[in-house]
């Protein structure tokens, strides 16, 4: 079999990457096992009649431009105008959602002069997010041979810039750096809502409110969020499949063993795959310590790539619950808190009248000290979690009436003193679902069956190093050249060989945007 390019991975940066290919008229093959189109939102059976979603659902930083680009509306995709996420604080919730007027109303219901400051730190963002906005979505500069670098490119971008002004361009170099904690407290009074706002941030790399340049992560969030994909990842993705298949993209079934660059992919079965151009949409150290011939690297570069963070710290427990019964308040409603939208649970589904997300964390220090374990190795005792409730808008995931639940849980250790044995499973799921109970009573008593995935079992399953979900930790210097220098480009040592998955830049989650500027690179050679 021989193709123009042949893409390695199935999930959103690979798909994207195959579809603005296919469509430039370049013959493209995506390679992956069926079960794994879609990556990190892939489905599979966790319990008998219960299906995961996969491990991520956030698509609100999913490129508006790529979705025009590749007019995956035509695809079926549809943006979310009323998704909600509640966050739970230690006495109160307060409901996150896309409108900046409503959420702003439902933070004066706890704290009027912090409403007034989360309308004004919005207005900041959006004052800001132009020039920071069309960094993150450009081809990075070639810091190895500078010549090559689009020197107009760079000045314009600069330019751009200095045009906030002087106070408002200070302004953005003082907060990169900072730790997300200083920045919070400047703007904010009420624990919970900076809990809310920081936990997404810190998350994302081996950080917590305290850890200097969080805030960096914050920031990119900010600007670079909008609604997100009605249908979370797994209606993402079949967009995404639909718009390459109909380009011409062929699916490969396959494992790939072994890269060859120039020549092309050996697959396990023994096929080999010619193109002279290869897109890799997995981490690069599964790539280039994996895939590649290791006499083919360089000393210093698989030196680089060797320390290359990629620190797993979230785990995810999938639930299987049993229908709720009535009569049944959450904590929030139960304590008199004055909410608009109060959780209260009816008959039915355990999240009937619930959002299909919620974040539980109850103030910054509550954050630092859930971290403070993981640097022992250790069980998290009141871990923070990321709760998702994929069965409220899909019905094939669960049997009728009954639930699905899947909770990112912050923070785990890869490797854990004693090792992940059957009780310390337990004793992490356990704690976990408690602090559920404590914000949605109820829950302990009806899961039917539960799976947990750490840090390792995520890098098993997902082929994720170190299972860090962001395919590289999300740190300053991890962002701004990802994941080496040789490769910052998207391009690497190897003639023909590109990278494309979130360990490069911008970084991981699902935006689209490495696949998409990889691609468009490739377009240009």
């Not at 060989?497 to 691609?519: E, Q, V």
Request: charged content about 25%; proline content about 6%.
């Amino acid at each position: 079999m021989s193709f123009d390019v042949v893409v390695i991975g199935g999930g959103v940066n690979a798909l994207t990457a195959a579809a603005y290919l296919a469509k430039a008229g370049r013959g493209v093959a995506v390679v992956c096992p069926d079960d794994e189109i879609g990556g990190l939102c892939s489905r599979h059976e966790f319990y008998p009649g219960y299906y995961s979603p996969g491990i991520l659902s956030d698509t609100s930083m999913f490129r508006k431009w790529i979705v025009d680009e590749l007019d995956l509306r035509g695809h079926g995709l549809v943006k979310s105008t009323s998704s909600k996420t509640v966050a739970f604080g230690k006495d109160q919730q307060i409901v996150f959602s896309e409108s900046t007027d409503k959420t702003t109303d439902e933070i004066a219901r706890v704290s009027e002069p912090d409403a007034e400051s989360y309308r004004a730190m919005k207005a900041f963002y959006q004052k800001i997010g132009g020039p920071i906005s069309q960094f993150l979505n450009s081809v990075p500069a070639d810091i190895v041979d500078p010549e090559t670098t689009d020197l107009w490119s760079l000045f314009k971008r600069g330019f751009q810039l200095r045009r906030l002004g002087k106070k408002d361009m200070l302004e953005v170099l003082r907060l990169a750096p900072m730790t997300v904690y200083d920045w919070l407290d400047e703007w904010f009074e009420n624990n919970g809502l900076k809990a809310a706002l920081a936990l997404p941030a810190v998350t994302e790399g081996y950080s917590a409110p305290w850890s200097p340049g969080t805030n960096a992560n914050l920031l990119i969030r900010e600007v670079t969020r909008g609604p997100r994909v009605q249908g979370d990842g797994l209606a993402l993705v079949e967009a995404l499949e639909s718009a390459a298949r109909s380009n011409g993209v062929q699916f490969e079934p396959g494992i790939v063993d072994s890269i060859e660059p120039g020549r092309g992919v050996r697959l396990e079965d023994g096929d080999f795959m010619e193109a002279k151009t290869i897109m890799a949409a997995y981490g690069p150290k599964k790539v280039f310590l994996e895939m590649i011939d290791a006499r083919l690297l360089s000393h210093k570069f698989e030196q680089r790539i060797s320390k290359f963070r990629t620190r797993g710290l979230t785990s995810q427990l999938l639930l299987a619950v049993e229908s709720y019964g009535p009569g049944v308040e959450s904590s929030a409603s139960r304590s008199g808190s004055r909410q608009s939208d109060k959780i209260s649970p009816g008959p039915g589904n355990l999240n009937s009248g619930l959002p299909e997300m919620a974040l539980i964390a109850e103030d910054l220090d509550g954050i630092e000290k859930a971290f403070d374990p993981v640097k022992y190795k250790e069980v998290t005792r009141r871990p923070c979690l990321d709760v998702y409730i994929p069965s409220e808008i899909h019905d094939d995931l669960a049997p009728i009436g009954k639930t699905v639940i899947s909770v990112l849980v912050h923070y785990t250790p890869y490797a854990l003193r004693g090792g992940w044995t059957p009780e310390a499973r337990e004793e992490l799921s356990g704690n976990v679902i408690d602090v559920l109970d404590e914000k949605i009573p109820g829950i302990k008593e009806r899961v039917i069956g539960k799976e947990l995935l750490t840090p390792g079992d995520i890098e098993q399953r997902y082929g994720l190093s170190g299972g860090q979900l962001y395919e590289g930790e999300h740190a300053l210097d991890q962002l701004l050249v990802r994941p080496a220098p040789e490769c910052s480009q998207y391009k690497t040592p190897f003639e023909g060989l590109f990278l494309c998955s979130g360990g490069s830049f911008p970084g991981g989650g699902l935006t689209g945007a490495p696949g998409a500027l990889a691609a468009k690179l490739v377009m240009q050679e």
